[in-house]
């Protein structure tokens, strides 16, 4: 491809881009195609001879687009959002472009010095300590584990890194029954085992019990076991219930437990002071992460990680081979060191133009529309008589189901769920998941996407209602 053609298609594309953001809520949210449809039509074999760009944006229109489910409808209200905006697409571009491997500090000063300073700025942002230093990584689950893999290290003298375990390592780690999954698999990888991953109880609001929580560790000490780890969820993925943090501090500092907070979700909440009291405790806390991936308008994937103890990741992580020995090294930050991954992708870039061109008002507008809408809706709910909420709502997310007076037969309840779920998934209009709540089957109605508006929610709602008029 000349220079003059690549220009042609980039003009095209970005035409294609916008039309796509002007018409996104038209498409069928959920991709309403069958396991292998897609699969079948794609060219069995890799094509010897160049094709023209014109045939693979053909291609990419017919096959693929209808394979997509549209992450970025205002008619998604499933799972988290992934959400994007403008200016995350427009740096996006920029970093596809540059297309730097920004492992050390070496290999692009500028993205290691503006990853320094714009988790500066989030760290202002969202209220947390001035001595924690933040880092990108590419998720939550691996913030997670990197988390844990520092416990571990710490508690084994960073011993563990280079003998392994032993026998009588014992270690216990323990999180709440709502705990996301990418905790057990980072228990797993980290290699302390899933049988010493404790679930404690939730209380009523889907909280960790912290009474229980001690109870359970006096016993595991008691037992020859050695707590390490306690992991303590702002905004769980089934309901976005908030860990009291406060008390969880208070018995990791007695007990000299590495604390690690996942808020995923919830840390771009942090952003209104309104929300800082979910953060009391924060001191105490070893290390946290939050995903500006997730509710805060910038690409998948941006994940923010803070550590009280920098120099105790770096310990963990750092290998130097000669070929990485560099004279800059101990004077500046060489992100390599910071996490699991060698190679890095430059994603400050995004989180800069996002932070920049909203501000942080526009940002905390946003996230209080999003806030206002969910509001709304609770009452429309709870005044709706035939639908119940099923869980607190602190935050953009409402657990809810149909339950009509006098139908209380809890297999009934359910299959009614599941079935207005899939029919109004199968519809194209709106999209949601569902979780389990004591047991019931509930629909969760996440509203974070990017330009979700009142239309969009009350056309939602209505479309929930309508059918289900049409099961009676
Ligand atoms: C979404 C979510 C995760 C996983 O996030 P990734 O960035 O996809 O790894 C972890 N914890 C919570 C509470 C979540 O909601």
């Not at 306690?230 to 309901?239: E, F, N, P, Q």
């Not at 932070?355 to 005044?383: C, D, P, W, Y």
């Amino acid at each position: 491809m000349t220079t003059e053609e690549f220009k042609k298609h980039a003009h095209e594309f970005v035409d294609w881009m916008a039309e796509y953001f002007e018409s996104v809520e038209e498409y069928p949210v959920k991709a309403q195609v069958k396991p292998g449809e897609i699969y079948r039509k794609l060219q069995a074999e890799a094509p010897g001879e160049p094709e023209s760009m014109e045939q693979i944006f053909d291609d990419f229109k017919q096959y693929i687009l209808p394979g997509m489910t549209h992450w970025q409808s205002p008619n998604f209200f499933a799972y988290f959002p992934a959400n994007n905006s403008y200016p995350s697409v427009l740096a996006e571009m920029l970093t596809a472009t540059l297309g730097a491997q920004c492992m050390i500090w070496e290999t692009s000063p500028a993205a290691a010095e503006l990853e320094e300073r714009v988790m500066n700025w989030l760290k202002q942002m969202l209220g947390l300590p001035g001595s924690f230093e933040g880092v990108i990584q590419d998720t939550a689950s691996t913030a997670s584990l990197t988390a844990l893999i520092t416990a571990r290290e710490r508690a084994s003298g960073m011993q563990i890194n280079k003998r392994g375990f032993s026998a009588n390592e014992k270690y216990r780690i323990y999180c709440s029954m709502e705990t996301h999954s990418s905790i057990e698999k980072a228990v797993k990888i980290a290699g302390l085992g899933s049988n010493s991953l404790v679930k404690i109880a939730v209380d009523k609001d889907f909280r960790m019990n912290p009474g229980l929580l001690e109870k359970a560790i006096i016993e595991d000490i008691d037992n020859g076991y050695n707590p390490l780890s306690v992991i303590a969820t702002l905004g769980t993925t089934g309901t976005t219930a908030i860990d009291p943090l406060e008390k969880i501090a208070d018995i990791s500092s007695r007990y000299k437990l590495w604390l690690h907070v996942d808020a995923a979700l919830a840390g771009s909440a942090l952003l209104l002071p309104e929300f800082r009291w979910m953060i009391k405790g924060i001191e105490g806390v070893d290390s946290f992460v939050f995903n500006p991936h997730k509710w805060l308008f910038t690409n998948f994937d941006c994940s923010a990680y803070f550590v009280k103890d920098p120099g105790l990741l770096i310990k963990s992580l750092e290998i130097l081979p000669e070929y990485l020995k560099t004279k800059s090294r101990g004077k500046v930050n060489d992100y390599r060191d910071w996490g699991i991954p060698l190679g890095r992708r430059f994603r400050a870039l995004k989180l800069w133009f996002v932070i920049r061109n909203f501000g942080v008002s526009g940002l905390q507008e946003k996230l209080r529309s999003h806030l206002r809408l969910t509001a709304k809706l609770q009452k429309m709910i709870n005044e709706s008589g035939d639908f119940e909420i099923m869980a607190p709502v602190p935050l953009n997310t409402i657990c809810f189901r149909y339950h009509p007076a006098g139908e209380d037969n809890p297999e009934l309840l359910d299959s009614l769920n599941e079935k207005l779920l899939q029919d109004i998934n199968d519809s194209g209009k709106a999209y949601f998941t569902h979780t389990r709540l004591n047991g019931s089957f509930v629909i969760r109605f996440v509203i974070g996407q990017t330009n979700v508006s009142e239309k969009h929610v009350i056309n939602a709602w209505n479309l929930i209602q309508g059918t289900i008029k049409r099961f009676n």
